[in-house]
C-alpha cells in the first residue's frame, strides 16, 4: 500500500511539473539563443586584411610594426585609425536567432561566395583566420551578414560604406601635414620668405601661440613691403596640406607639371621641401608633388586654388602707403638732426 502511494504522488509531480512547463510556453517564455560574436578574432595578431566588393574591387592592408601600410600602392602609409575602427565594428557584431540557413538564402541575401557586397578576409600568417560576408541591407544601417565558417545568416548592426574597398578610403591623407611651428622660411616667386626666430626657434611654440608670427621678406622692390599675415596664411595652407588620392609613382604628361601653375620650397629643421603643381588641359585636376615622397598626388580643387593663389606676389607684397613713406622720411631727418643743448637749442652751426 505504501509503495503504491509512493508511485502515484512521484507521477502527480511528473504531471505537475509538466503542466508548468506548458503553461510557460503558451505565455511566450521560451529559450532564446544568447547573442556571441559573429566573428573572433584578436586584432593584435591580425596582419592582413583583404576587402572585397563586387566587379572585383578589391583592396589590401598589411601590418607593418604598430602601423598599416597599402601594399599595392608601394607600401603607401594607410589610415590606422580607420583600420582600427574596423576592428571595433567587425568585433562588436554579435549572432542571435539567425533569419535563414538555407544555401538558397545565400544567394538571396547576397551572401555566398559568388554574390556579395562585402567580403572581408582576416589573415595572420597567410592563414585566413576570419572571413564575413555583407550582402543585401534590411533597413538603414543594416546588413545581413553570414561568417563563412556558419550557414546562419543574421541581419547586424553595420553599412556597406563601413567597408570601403578603393585603396583611396585608406590612404593616410596627413601624410603631406606638418607642425606649421616648425617652418622657417619659403621661397616663392622670387621672394625669400623668414620667419622671426623669436618664434621659430622656440623651443615652446606651439600652434595655438598668442604670441603674432612675425615674417620678413628678401628680394622686395622698390617702395613694396610683405604683408606678414598673407605670409603666414601660406606657411598655414602648407602645414595643412592634405591629398585627394595618390596617383602612383610615374609622372605623366597629363599631369601638367612641365608647366607648373606652383612651384616653391620650404625650410624645416633644417630640410628644404620643394612643392610643384600642375592643373590639367580643360579640367579642374590637380597634381601635386613634393620632393619629400616619391609619388603624385592628385590635389581637390578647393584645396589647390587657395594655395596656388596665396602664393601669388599680388598676395603677398602690397605698396608701402604714402603715411607710412613720411613717417619713414621724418624719422631720417630726426635722425640728421643735432641734439639740443643743455639750454634746449640745437648746437650752433659752424
Known sequence: MNKTVKILAVLLAAQLLLA???????????????????VSFDAEKIDRITLEGPEDAKVTLERNGSDWVLPDLGEFPANSNKVKQLFERLKALRSGTPIATSGGARERFKVSDEQFERRITLSEDDDTVARLFLGSSPGMRLIHARNEASDAIHAVKMAVYDVPVKASDWEDKSVLTLPKTQITAINVNGLHLQRSSLIADS??????????????????????????????????LLADLQFEKVLGREAKDEYGLTEPVLELSLSRDGETLRYRAGKAKDTEEYTLKVSSRPEYFRLASYKAKPLIESANLEKLIEAISAA???????????EDMPAPDANGEGAASE
Open 20 to 38: 508548468a512547463g506548458i503553461g510557460l510556453s503558451d505565455r511566450g517564455v521560451t529559450a532564446t539563443n544568447e547573442p556571441v560574436a559573429l
Open 203 to 236: 623651443d615652446k611654440a606651439t600652434e595655438d601661440s598668442s604670441q603674432s608670427p612675425t615674417w620678413q621678406a628678401d628680394g622686395l622692390g622698390e617702395g613694396q613691403q610683405l604683408k606678414a599675415s598673407a605670409a603666414d596664411k601660406l606657411a598655414g
Open 324 to 334: 607710412a613713406g613720411e613717417a619713414e622720411s621724418a624719422g631720417d631727418v630726426e
